[in-house]
């Protein structure tokens, strides 16, 4: 099969013929037809010490099931989070990270979907929205960003403000319910809101938290750090609120499939809707990096196998 890897820190990444992996206890040989690009994972290559397989969400068929799979088998479609190597032909899925894709949608869709749509959901319930409140959505063109601000309309917010990298962005986020778009570096940002879901960190989260009302609060679920003062949070009684979603996925995996179950529903009412940016063969892993790193894409980007 065809492999994507790496061996020193920011690339080259490279196409090399690896063998099959075997299905372990409670794991799930699965045929990739799609893999979802994440900006993690694209950072992990450019910052990490040593080289990592380059994993994510993937999504396929079921091609064989090692002992103690209960819940699927044999030509299934499914989707979920892989941990070793996912940028490649066929790829080792734990069962308790896989969910049934339905027929209706497809592996494209799936990995659009899931994984993006749970961090975003997760990062908005985290948030504690009530509403008719007002949300500000960083890097609300992205993979993550995209589906978050959908998901702050569907839940009652009664202004979404999408914040970009450049204005060739605005007329996108709009599209997706935005009344309101700012880019990153202007000078105002406009009205404050009730509370803010941050995806960029770094020097962007003084802004962010400075957009909010009093009262307000951010939700920092990026992987770009940053720090914030105290005072600032102090003067305005605002709060900051991590979320990570590889807590919710082990150690509460009811509320994790609860969470799945919530996507599916409301991509099959409409209510939901995954943009794929572009699909890029596995050869071009690297363009789809790049496209990633430059914050070109509007929406998710996606390799097809």
Not at 124 to 150: D, F, K, W
Not at 193 to 211: E, F, H, N, T, W
Not at 239 to 251: E, H, K, P
Not at 286 to 291: D, L, P, Q, S, V
Request: hydrophobic fraction near 45%; glycine fraction near 12%.
């Amino acid at each position: 099969m065809r492999r994507v890897r790496y061996e020193s820190t920011g690339g080259p990444l490279f196409l090399e013929e690896a063998p099959v992996p075997e299905a372990g206890p409670e794991e799930l040989l699965v045929r990739c037809e799609a893999i979802g690009v994440t900006l993690p994972v694209v950072r992990k290559v450019t910052e990490a010490a040593e080289p990592i397989p380059l994993g994510g969400e993937i999504a396929g068929e079921v091609v064989a099931a090692g002992a103690g799979v209960t819940r699927f088998r044999r030509g299934d479609r499914v989707t979920g989070l892989c941990f070793g190597h996912g940028y490649t032909d066929f790829a080792v899925l734990h069962e308790s990270m896989a969910s049934s894709v339905p027929a209706t949608a497809s592996a494209v869709d799936a990995v659009a979907l899931v994984r993006s749509g749970l961090v975003a959901l997760g990062a908005l319930q985290a948030a504690r929205p009530e509403p008719g409140e007002s949300a500000l959505i960083t890097a609300a063109a992205s993979g993550v960003g995209h589906l978050a601000l959908q998901l702050a309309r569907v839940r009652g917010a009664s202004r979404v403000v999408g914040a970009v990298s450049s204005v060739g962005k605005a007329e996108f986020v709009r599209s997706l319910g935005a009344e309101e778009v700012v880019i990153y570096d202007a000078h105002e940002w406009g009205e404050p809101v009730d509370y803010a879901l941050d995806a960029v960190g770094g020097g962007l989260l003084p802004r962010a938290i400075a957009a909010l009302s009093p009262g307000g609060r951010l939700v920092a679920y990026s992987s770009g750090g940053g720090s914030v003062q105290a005072y600032d949070l102090l003067v305005g009684a605002k709060s900051v609120i991590g979320f990570q979603m590889a807590l919710i996925a082990r150690g509460k995996p009811q509320l994790y499939e609860k969470w799945r179950q919530e996507l599916w529903r409301l991509f099959a009412e409409g209510a939901l809707k995954p943009v794929v940016h572009a699909e890029f063969a596995l050869e071009d892993a690297t363009e789809a990096h790049k496209t990633i790193e430059t914050r070109r894409n509007l929406g998710k980007v996606v390799l097809t196998p």
